[in-house]
């Protein structure tokens, strides 16, 4: 199976409750569309710099990364942010990546989505079994 990417919306979710509340209009939510590696290898979903500063996102703690070389590093964590993939939704906190890396959509934001890798045709999909809403496991 080669490398899959899919467009993913990114909103800065604190702004979608601003609004919610009347308070900005919704023309003032800050979102983007941006094309993320999708890896169900990796557990969280990481943005950079460049997203985090767009979307105008808060940074909420530092945590510490294991990466796939051992490596251990330190990321920013920043949201919250609602991700959106077709008829799919999710609230999420993100790793913030160094300066323009590329952005990384992971296991647990595919889940909360039920969506899944198609490897046949290399790109994500809404989950076939579950095509008009997401189910989820609770077990």
Do not use: W
């Not at 990417?5 to 941006?34: F, S």
């Not at 913030?96 to 039920?114: F, K, T």
């Amino acid at each position: 199976m080669g490398l899959v990417y899919a467009t993913i919306t990114l909103i800065n979710g604190e702004e979608l409750i601003l609004a919610k509340r009347h308070l900005i209009g919704t023309d003032e939510i800050k979102q983007m569309n941006a094309s993320m590696f999708v890896n169900s290898g990796a557990y969280m979903m990481a943005i950079n710099e460049t997203i985090c500063e767009q979307l105008s996102l808060s940074i909420k703690e530092k945590r510490k990364v294991q990466l796939a070389n051992g490596e251990i590093a330190e990321y920013n964590v920043a949201g919250p942010i609602e991700v959106r993939f077709k008829n799919r939704r999710s609230n999420m906190d993100a790793l913030v990546l160094p300066g323009n890396n590329e952005p990384l959509l992971g296991a647990i934001p595919m889940e909360d989505m039920d969506v899944l890798i198609h490897p046949q045709r290399q790109e994500l999909v809404v989950n076939p079994e579950h095509p008009y809403f997401v189910q989820m496991v609770m077990k």
